[in-house]
């Protein structure tokens, strides 16, 4: 597909080159077990969800009820499948290849962060973000009553009831908690909690018995990992030295519920490789799907002229050929962090990325093959930044920034010496309290101005109001002075030196203004640019300009005099940038690679 537009000047040519990354990810998946109609593996997926049958090796995609993407599901006591997405909650029957939805949520990210099955007909699940319980009778496809977990607090990861009906949730990025739910009275109880970041964990065992702890500091950690169990019985909490097994298996949405165990085992589930393997028969199951594809994370340039960048959900590293010829590398290569590279610069003859989730630094050489554990080179982490989203080279330093682990606010700030592998991090406190370095520039040859988020994406609370500008002297490794150009910007996405000396800034929501980075304060007007909320990865430098990737087009901003102008307005989202070649810039739209020419 191709198009043109332009505010001014030149047309610029669209050319979509078509999917980069065609695989899906997991998002849960449940075993379903019915002594008259067999076992079955079901696979929720963005959109769809597999069914397979290991006996026979068959496989059936069925289509969800939209495009969001499910967090988790549950195998029910009556062999269906249970899971949601951002308001809707469905039934998957395995045997009979249906789905039937119900809307229920429309205020909600995720409809259905956790479940559990009551026995009776019900499910309980929790939702995201107001972090409600409530409880679904899939034969009337009533609804009860919501109740707000916690005031502050946002997961609500994990979900059972007992026996007699309490119901039990563990909830929690700041503190760990653990809460009971009597349905007959309505009361809310909190039966263990922890001031520590981390999650509150309940399982229920295969002994039928639901236990917890809050000794996890993230919300599905190692299932072996040592823990002050509680037994959880009609709203009381019991120590015992032990926890039965959990009807669960795996971790994050690796994570496999199989309550009555089927005459087979899971092996290997790998989605974007299509690929099952059970004990059911010696040869690979070949899971066929279609899919839109991964969505692309922020792009870059190599030395050879290639464009390198990684998808996200699955997480897979990849490049291509200006013309749109894809090598897909898989995760192997990356599989430390697991999301995406979410940041890039160049270094010599090779490329810098900075990767979720934890924090992760890589370095790949482009003339050479990618080999996991060879190239990219792993070279360190830092769960200060555990989402990173800005990284600069200045000399064989790497210095880059980021929002920190879940639970907290602010990021931290690390510089790597990319020759010796020796870092050092900063916490928030050291550059802006509770806050954390989203874009970098360049002032000089000693000094780096670097601008901030007052965003906590890991669900702690916001403390600040102000997004904040400050200067490092870099040898130093020093903030030396900090301010506030514009009150108000949540966030600065995008940052780059002109010639005047000025720092030109762009806040996600669009707004633009020049920087004097001797005051910190703004040099004329802040002006707007009509484009929607940034993408990721929004600020590209040119020698000539910034070229800043916004969801609805792209705008030139001019680092040899101070012309600001939209170049490019988009018919399509786009989601990320941006990389150039020429006079042609490469962005994202979800999992489409689109091409710009004339625009640089």
Not at 230 to 258: D, K, N, W, Y
Not at 529 to 537: F, I, R, S, T
Request: net charge negative; proline share 6%; with cysteine.
């Amino acid at each position: 597909m191709a198009g043109a537009a332009r505010d001014g000047g030149a047309a610029i040519r669209l050319t979509d080159l078509g999917v980069m990354v065609n695989a899906a990810e997991a998002r849960g998946a449940a075993i379903t077990v019915d002594s008259a109609r067999g076992a079955r593996l079901v696979v929720c997926s963005r959109g769809w969800a597999l069914v397979a049958d290991p006996d026979t090796g068959a496989s059936t995609q069925l289509e969800l009820p939209d495009d969001s993407f499910p967090f988790a599901c549950l195998a029910t006591s009556d062999a269906t499948v249970v899971t949601g997405g951002a308001s809707w909650v469905c039934e998957i029957d395995p045997i009979r290849l249906t789905v039937r939805h119900v809307q229920l949520c429309p205020d909600e990210e995720i409809t259905g962060f956790a479940w559990a099955d009551d026995g009776h007909g019900g499910v309980w699940l929790t939702t995201y973000p107001s972090c409600l319980l409530l409880r679904w009778d899939r034969a009337s496809d009533t609804v009860s009553d919501p109740v707000p977990l916690h005031p502050t607090e946002q997961y609500a990861g994990h979900l059972a009831v007992d026996d007699d009906g309490w119901v039990y949730v563990g909830i929690g990025t700041t503190r760990r908690i653990l809460v009971s739910f009597d349905p007959a009275t309505g009361e809310l109880t909190t039966l263990a909690e922890r001031g520590a970041t981390g999650c509150g964990q309940i399982r229920r065992g295969r002994d039928g018995q639901v236990y917890g702890h809050v000794d996890a500091d993230e919300i599905h950690p190692d299932p072996q990992q040592p823990a002050h169990w509680l037994r959880l019985h009609r709203g009381t909490a019991t120590p015992v030295p032990t926890a039965a097994p959990s009807s669960f298996h795996g971790r994050g949405f690796a994570r496999i519920h199989e309550p009555v165990a089927a005459p087979w085992q899971v092996i290997e589930l790998d989605l974007p490789e299509h690929r099952l393997r059970t004990t059911a028969r010696p040869q690979p199951i070949t899971l066929a799907y279609d899919s839109a594809g991964a969505e692309l994370s922020p792009l870059v340039t190599g030395p050879t002229g290639r464009i390198h960048g990684t998808s996200n959900h699955p997480l897979q590293l990849f490049d291509v050929t200006s013309d749109g010829e894809a090598t897909v590398y898989g995760l192997a290569p990356v599989a430390e962090a697991g999301g995406n590279i979410c940041a890039w610069a160049r270094w010599r003859r090779v490329l810098v990325g900075v990767a979720y989730a934890g924090g992760h630094l890589y370095v790949l050489d482009p003339a050479a093959p990618v080999q996991a554990g060879v190239n990219p080179v792993h070279l360190t982490k830092f769960d200060q930044i555990h989402r990173p989203r800005c990284v600069l080279v200045h000399g064989d330093t790497a210095i880059w920034g980021g929002y920190g682990p879940y639970g907290s606010d602010g990021g931290g700030l690390a510089l790597t010496d990319l020759v010796t592998g020796r870092s050092r991090i900063l916490e928030h406190d050291a550059v802006v309290p509770h806050q954390a370095t989203t874009t970098l520039a360049m002032v000089g040859e000693t000094m780096l101005l670097g601008a901030t988020s007052v965003e906590t994406p890991g669900g702690a609370t916001r403390f600040a109001n102000d997004a904040v500008v400050y200067l490092l002297d870099v040898a130093a490794a020093r903030v030396t002075h900090t301010g506030v150009p514009v009150p108000g910007v949540a966030t600065w996405s995008a940052a780059a030196s002109g010639a005047d000396g000025l720092v030109r800034l762009v806040s996600a929501e669009g707004l633009c203004v020049f920087v004097d980075p001797g005051s910190l304060e703004a040099v004329g007007p802040v002006q707007r640019l009509d484009l929607g909320p940034a993408a990721y990865g929004s600020g590209i430098t040119t020698d000539e300009a910034l070229l800043v990737v916004h969801r609805d087009g792209v705008a030139r901003i001019g680092l040899q005099d101070n012309t600001i102008e939209v170049v490019y307005r988009s018919d399509r989202p786009l989601t990320a940038g941006g990389a150039v070649v020429g006079d042609r810039l490469y962005v994202a739209s979800g999992s489409h690679l689109l091409e710009l020419s004339g625009v640089c």
